[in-house]
């Protein structure tokens, strides 16, 4: 017999622990539905970003290299960045991010579906995939000073089979794997002969 899951109600308001930079770590207390406790979790929010899979006309992706301090890492990841002030819209965020980061611009923008939950029991903060075709270099990057990015241009096929294997940054990943669809018609891909198990 199919059990009927229930959503858990918020139970007062949320009670900030510690924020700084946009980021707060908040309790919130929830009734469990089964049991009917009160429960307490810890999330962790700040504002949602935009992650953007720029591809040029020729099948060529601009993928940046940047050191990220929770990873202690210097990751190989896709353009993408938060909004600015409140109610900024994912993809006014994702083009702002592509140019500041990489100079490039996108033709054409697909919008991949619902933001994405990285951590759906920690976190309130969503992820907005982009695919952003025929992307040209209109500018220089425009970081800003806490930021050092490097900008490298591979091939498709190289971009697929690196989030296959190597990518650690989730948002890339699940950008890549939603536009697989669109990449397949636009490029004509094969996909069975990128990937060997």
């Not at 220089?140 to 050092?148: L, N, S």
């Amino acid at each position: 017999m199919k059990k009927e899951l229930k959503v858990w109600e918020k139970v007062g308001e949320p009670t900030v622990l510690a924020g700084k930079y946009g980021s707060k770590l908040i309790s919130q207390n929830f009734k469990n539905p089964k049991t009917g406790k009160e429960e307490e979790y810890v999330l962790y929010t700040k504002k949602d970003w935009s992650t953007v899979l720029p591809v040029t006309s020729d099948g060529k992706v601009v993928s940046i290299l940047q050191y990220k301090q929770g990873c202690n890492q210097i990751t190989r990841e896709l353009p993408g960045g938060t909004g600015e002030f409140d109610n900024e819209p994912p993809a006014d965020v994702m083009r702002r991010e592509l140019k500041e980061e990489t100079g490039y611009e996108a033709g054409s923008v697909i919008d991949l579906g619902p933001g994405q939950y990285p951590m759906t029991r920690e976190t309130l903060r969503q992820m907005h995939p982009f695919l952003a075709l025929d992307c040209k270099k209109v500018a220089e990057q425009a970081v800003d000073e806490t930021e050092e990015i490097e900008v490298e241009i591979i091939s498709l096929q190289e971009w697929i089979k690196l989030c296959h294997t190597k990518v650690i940054e989730p948002g890339a990943i699940v950008t890549t794997f939603r536009a697989l669809p669109y990449l397949k018609k636009h490029f004509s891909l094969d996909l069975n002969s990128l990937f060997s198990v």
